[in-house]
């Protein structure tokens, strides 16, 4: 039988401790508690389920910047910036909540009631939120230095309570094991959110009819997502923790996202207020990113959560370190040759998806792909899981005092060049700052090297350099720009296959 200290070694399927050595053995022969297969189907369950949101998203994205004018583009992307920050400040917090309180929950019926206490405080919260975007619309565009939001707001105040309660199915049918299910009512959302917004807008280009028909969509399917809810907390117990006791788990979490999303998008903050709605279109453009790295990065955390607060409850590191490490390899091999593929050609990729008006948000694009060495997983997940939230807050506090002064700086002397640099900077420091806390909280039973291998960077700048060379090959051998693009991206899989042999990330 192979070993190696926190690591999985490749011959049976039992998590043991032994020696203070952490065993993974892959084989039948029973006992497992969390086996491998069925976290990953669970995490398959998730992307695929909550992929369709993403495509709809990506598809929207695309097509509106197609359709619409840079103007009324950059409208419709300062309202989705508004829903981010309210979602992220007063609800992500609440998602992660649910799935902690769910993961120490005794039994189904609990785990019923802790999915309805949720949700109850969540539509409570957004309430008063709708009134200010629907009452107060000036004040609001103010923020954004966007006279056109005004007109804009009051039709679409009603977005966030509806966003709201249709993104919160996805955690919700995880917290209840209920995952088989995601695909069904994602796929119908999807289509329901994507495809009325994109018809509006092909036959009328007129921003503010957009906008309508993104809240009623998003109306209808909020509808759907409560009928859910409704049978999912069918004979709920009544023991589940009282908003007292949530919000002592979720308070710091709260504040920390407050934190972090205004850091996160105070770049696009200054850009829109500095640069104006047309450049600011241009950057967010820049900015996107691919859905599969934030879907990866969402649904494994999502089913990780419960699991990790599980082990760490009875104190069995083991479990702990089989479970992450089988994470991030398998992250990785998935993300980082994508990621290194769209920066050796984000300037094909923009002028192919978003069209040639805004080929100058390349480098932007190319920059922000190198946020995937950070966001190959959640850092923070790990003591999210042992209730230790106030690192959350720390991390964030400092995260946007980085960004802050990087931002200001940056925009005056180099532009949006200076702002993307700015947050990839700050969240490369934020990501290491997690790892150190972890292995310190957690009394070193969680060392940098298992938090984060060293061995993981690898697989990126490895994938970087194939592509890089494979590109400056056939360029100049004369091949076409399309031959090029074309091989460039069958690449990727290749490479998936690849790093995952070497690595065993896919080891049976």
Same mark, same amino acid.
């Given at each position: 039988?192979?070993?190696?200290?926190?690591?999985?070694?490749?011959?049976?399927?039992?998590?043991?401790?032994?020696?203070?050595?952490?065993?993974?053995?892959?084989?039948?022969?029973?006992?497992?508690?969390?086996?491998?297969?069925?976290?990953?189907?669970?995490?398959?369950?998730?992307?695929?389920?909550?992929?369709?949101?993403?495509?709809?998203?990506?598809?929207?994205?695309?097509?509106?910047?197609?359709?619409?004018?840079?103007?009324?583009?950059?409208?419709?992307?300062?309202?989705?910036?508004?829903?981010?920050?309210?979602?992220?400040?007063?609800?992500?917090?609440?998602?992660?909540?649910?799935?902690?309180?769910?993961?120490?929950?005794?039994?189904?019926?609990?785990?019923?009631?802790?999915?309805?206490?949720?949700?109850?405080?969540?539509?409570?919260?957004?309430?008063?939120?709708?009134?200010?975007?629907?009452?107060?619309?000036?004040?609001?565009?103010?923020?954004?230095?966007?006279?056109?939001?005004?007109?804009?707001?009051?039709?679409?105040?009603?977005?966030?309570?509806?966003?709201?309660?249709?993104?919160?199915?996805?955690? +919700?049918?995880? @917290?209840? #094991?209920?995952?088989?299910?995601?695909?069904?009512?994602? /796929? &119908? =959302?999807? %289509? $329901?959110?994507?495809?009325?917004?994109?018809?509006?807008?092909?036959?009328?280009?007129?921003?503010?009819?957009?906008?309508?028909?993104?809240?009623?969509?998003?109306?209808?399917?909020?509808?759907?997502?409560?009928?859910?809810?409704?049978?999912?907390?069918?004979?709920?117990?009544?023991?589940?923790?009282?908003?007292?006791?949530?919000?002592?788990?979720?308070?710091?979490?709260?504040?920390?996202?407050?934190?972090?999303?205004?850091?996160?998008?105070?770049?696009?903050?200054?850009?829109?207020?500095?640069?104006?709605?047309?450049?600011?279109?241009?950057? +967010?453009?820049? @900015?996107? #990113?691919?859905?599969?790295?934030?879907?990866?990065?969402? /649904? &494994? =955390?999502? %089913? $990780?959560?419960?699991?990790?607060?599980?082990?760490?409850?009875?104190?069995?590191?083991?479990?702990?370190?089989?479970?992450?490490?089988?994470?991030?390899?398998?992250?990785?091999?998935?993300?980082?040759?994508?990621?290194?593929?769209?920066?050796?050609?984000?300037?094909?990729?923009?002028?192919?998806?978003?069209?040639?008006?805004?080929?100058?948000?390349?480098?932007?694009?190319?920059?922000?792909?190198?946020?995937?060495?950070?966001?190959?997983?959640?850092?923070?997940?790990?003591?999210?899981?042992?209730?230790?939230?106030?690192?959350?807050?720390?991390?964030?506090?400092?995260?946007?005092?980085?960004?802050?002064?990087?931002?200001?700086?940056?925009?005056?002397?180099?532009?949006?060049?200076?702002?993307?640099?700015?947050?990839?900077?700050?969240?490369?420091?934020?990501?290491?700052?997690?790892?150190?806390?972890?292995?310190?909280?957690?009394?070193?039973?969680?060392?940098?090297?298992?938090?984060?291998?060293?061995?993981?960077?690898?697989?990126?700048?490895?994938?970087?350099?194939?592509?890089?060379?494979?590109?400056?090959?056939?360029?100049?051998?004369?091949?076409?720009?399309?031959?090029?693009?074309?091989?460039?991206?069958?690449?990727?899989?290749?490479?998936?296959?690849?790093?995952?042999?070497?690595?065993?990330?896919?080891?049976?």
């Amino acid at each position: 039988m192979s070993r190696e200290r926190g690591g999985i070694s490749s011959e049976d399927g039992i998590c043991r401790r032994h020696a203070n050595d952490c065993v993974f053995e892959l084989g039948e022969a029973g006992g497992l508690n969390f086996p491998p297969a069925s976290l990953w189907q669970s995490v398959s369950h998730l992307m695929v389920g909550t992929g369709a949101f993403q495509v709809a998203g990506v598809i929207n994205f695309i097509l509106l910047a197609r359709l619409l004018d840079e103007s009324g583009f950059g409208l419709v992307r300062q309202l989705v910036l508004i829903n981010q920050l309210i979602f992220t400040i007063l609800f992500m917090s609440l998602v992660t909540a649910m799935l902690y309180f769910a993961g120490k929950a005794a039994d189904e019926a609990e785990r019923k009631a802790v999915i309805y206490t949720h949700i109850r405080l969540a539509l409570m919260m957004v309430v008063p939120v709708c009134g200010l975007l629907m009452f107060a619309p000036a004040g609001v565009a103010m923020l954004l230095n966007s006279p056109g939001l005004e007109r804009l707001l009051p039709v679409f105040s009603l977005f966030p309570l509806f966003y709201i309660i249709y993104t919160f199915m996805p955690s +919700v049918l995880v @917290a209840a #094991e209920k995952t088989e299910g995601l695909v069904r009512f994602t /796929s &119908v =959302a999807a %289509v $329901l959110n994507m495809a009325p917004v994109i018809f509006v807008a092909w036959f009328t280009r007129d921003v503010a009819a957009v906008v309508a028909t993104m809240t009623l969509a998003a109306g209808i399917t909020a509808l759907l997502g409560l009928r859910l809810v409704a049978l999912l907390t069918r004979g709920r117990s009544r023991v589940a923790p009282g908003a007292r006791s949530v919000f002592a788990y979720a308070g710091l979490l709260m504040l920390s996202a407050t934190i972090t999303i205004v850091g996160r998008r105070f770049d696009q903050i200054a850009i829109s207020r500095e640069l104006g709605v047309e450049l600011y279109a241009i950057y +967010v453009v820049g @900015a996107f #990113e691919i859905p599969l790295f934030s879907l990866l990065q969402s /649904s &494994v =955390a999502s %089913v $990780l959560m419960p699991k990790l607060a599980a082990a760490i409850a009875i104190g069995d590191w083991c479990k702990v370190r089989c479970l992450w490490r089988d994470s991030i390899h398998k992250s990785a091999t998935l993300m980082f040759p994508l990621a290194a593929w769209l920066l050796i050609y984000s300037e094909e990729f923009i002028t192919l998806l978003f069209g040639s008006p805004y080929v100058t948000a390349a480098p932007v694009l190319s920059l922000f792909c190198l946020l995937v060495l950070v966001r190959v997983m959640n850092f923070g997940l790990v003591l999210r899981a042992m209730g230790r939230t106030v690192f959350d807050l720390i991390g964030a506090a400092l995260f946007t005092v980085a960004v802050f002064f990087g931002v200001r700086y940056g925009l005056h002397e180099y532009g949006m060049i200076g702002v993307a640099t700015a947050v990839v900077a700050s969240t490369l420091l934020l990501g290491g700052g997690m790892v150190l806390a972890t292995f310190l909280v957690s009394g070193g039973e969680l060392s940098p090297r298992v938090i984060y291998p060293a061995g993981v960077p690898i697989y990126f700048f490895t994938s970087l350099g194939i592509i890089w060379i494979m590109k400056s090959g056939l360029t100049a051998g004369g091949a076409p720009a399309w031959l090029t693009f074309v091989v460039g991206l069958l690449v990727v899989p290749t490479l998936m296959l690849g790093i995952g042999r070497m690595s065993g990330a896919w080891a049976k």
